[in-house]
């Protein structure tokens, strides 16, 4: 399983040219994760350890590469949207989203994609989500290899 994820790591920094790597480990003092997302340049890979992230609300505004490693888990607390999906030629591969909030007029899912193209979605679990994986206004998706449970 390590060596597929660092042959797909391999191919997106060949496919994208020299992109940093940055990693984010659960018990460190910068483990939110939002603010590395924020700080990444395009074509960044952001590899997430394993462990629980509490309170996540996720935003992606840019082209990145979200990789879990041993599938960490990333927990809305029953409050919030997991991951927001608003650019092209992102991969998410690896983790488990659980307890999203819950609303119908805020359409509040486990993976929400607006707006995005080229958006790779593979090899996740989406666990008591309201909506496990949301479309609107996107194209050229690939979303395989997911296991979503109510």
């Known amino acids: 399983m390590i060596k597929t994820k660092a042959t797909i790591i391999l191919l997106l920094l060949f ?5 940093n790597i940055i990693n984010v480990h ?3 003092h910068s483990n939110n994760i939002q603010k590395h997302i924020d700080k990444a340049s395009h074509g960044d890979t952001i590899l997430i350890h394993p462990g629980i992230y509490n309170s996540v609300s996720l935003v992606l505004q840019k ?3 979200l990789i879990g490693i041993n599938k960490p888990i990333l927990d809305g607390d029953f409050k919030n949207e ?3 999906i608003n650019a092209d030629n992102i991969t998410i591969e690896g983790f488990i989203f659980r ?4 609303s119908g ?3 509040i899912a486990g ?3 607006i707006d995005a193209n080229k958006i790779i979605i593979i090899n996740n679990e989406i666990i008591n989500c309201h909506f496990g994986i949301h479309i609107s206004n996107s194209s050229t998706l690939t979303i395989q290899n997911n296991i979503i449970k109510g």
């Open 111 to 113: 993976i929400r994609c």
């Open 63 to 65: 082209s990145l590469h």
């Open 15 to 19: 496919y994208y040219g020299f992109a």
């Open 99 to 102: 307890n999203s909030g819950k």
């Open 82 to 84: 997991l991951l927001r």
């Open 26 to 28: 659960p018990e460190s």
């Open 105 to 107: 007029m805020n359409e």
